[in-house]
């Protein structure tokens, strides 16, 4: 079981059944709820009047579904193209965080950086969870291979929903279409709350929660950073007030 | 310059390029160019994470308020009541997703059901 004595006909065929087993944990509980939020997601890009090539652009080019929804969001809006840049900049600092957080799993010293540059843009919530969960039973060297059999899979299956709600979206019932589309909502409210780090984090989405829709009537357009800017920072508040009271 | 303001094939796709590509890989590209040189802990990174849970759920809170397409028939106090009785349920079978979205769904389904009779 040495790996440095394997051959290099053994290694590349060590790394393919790796690749594999990642492709296959892509078919899984969260692969699932992932797809599905991608049915709402894609009804929505539909709403907001996209084609179905510009819905598989975006999907394959961003993939975090928070960004997109927000991208959607401010397409239908109208914003125009820095205030839309700025609201799903402000809405992706979370992937940061989380790649420099699964980088160390997957680094070795022989890894080249290209490869985790490559493996980075997979990084969101879905692909996150499942690589840090299985991670533990994939030998370290395997890992990269693991998560890009993982990251593609799942960006390929959900370009497959896409086309495939895009091609029969227009024959659902209306209630049918209402249940799917609140998919996206439900999946965020409880992954979001299940992913926050520390408190502050949930005080943070119960109060953008609150913040967003009053802002939406308030400052149309500018709406989703002007409620994340000021419930984030009464958050922070929140924390630092806490930190020092436990200090003190 | 909206999505709609240029009228030629390649504008919404250098639209989606420059505000959702850039906006999203900037991220991840910095979070492997700091890799371990940032300790997840630091308070900087609390603020942002917090400023970027709050605007995640801002577009949650819209989407449940004022949404769009087939959603936008069913009434206000429904989908209120189906995002927070699944967010309930969630919590209830402790941090379980699956059953928050089912619980959700439910809520909602039988809504639409019970008004269509009306």
Known sequence: ?248 | MSFSAIDAWWWPYLFILLAGWLATDFWRFLGVFLGGRITEESEILVLVRCIATALVAAVIANLVVFPSGALAATPLLLRLSAGLAGFAAYLAAGKKVLVGILAGEAVLGSGIFVTSLL
């Open chain 1, 1 to 248: 079981m040495s790996c440095s004595e394997t051959p290099r006909s053994g290694r590349e065929e060590k790394r393919l059944l790796w690749f594999r087993r990642g492709a296959q944990a892509a078919f899984s509980i969260p692969g699932l709820i992932l797809a599905s939020a991608f049915v709402g997601f894609a009804g929505l890009a539909r709403d907001a009047g996209l084609t179905l090539t510009q819905t598989l652009f975006m999907t394959g080019i961003v993939w975090a579904l928070p960004a997109k929804v927000v991208l959607v969001g401010a397409i239908l809006a109208g914003n125009g193209l820095l205030a839309a840049a700025f609201a799903v900049t402000l809405s992706s600092v979370r992937l940061a965080p989380m790649v420099v957080t699964l980088i160390p799993e997957i680094r070795t010293p022989k890894t080249p950086s290209w490869v985790l540059y490559l493996l980075s843009h997979f990084v969101a919530v879905t692909s996150w969870v499942v690589a840090m969960e299985r991670f533990r039973s994939v030998p370290k060297t395997m890992r990269a291979s693991f998560y890009a059999g993982l990251g593609s899979t799942l960006i390929l299956n959900n370009m497959v929903v896409v086309t495939l709600v895009f091609v029969l979206a227009a024959r659902l019932p209306p209630a049918v279409s209402a249940a799917l589309f609140f998919l996206t909502p439900l999946y965020f409210l409880t992954s979001l709350w299940g992913s926050a780090r520390e408190r502050a984090g949930q005080a943070a989405m119960l109060f953008g929660l609150a913040l967003g829709p009053v802002f939406h009537l308030l400052t149309p357009g500018f709406d989703l950073v002007a409620a994340g800017l000021l419930a984030g920072s009464a958050a922070f508040g929140l924390h630092l007030i806490g930190k020092r009271r436990r200090q003190a």
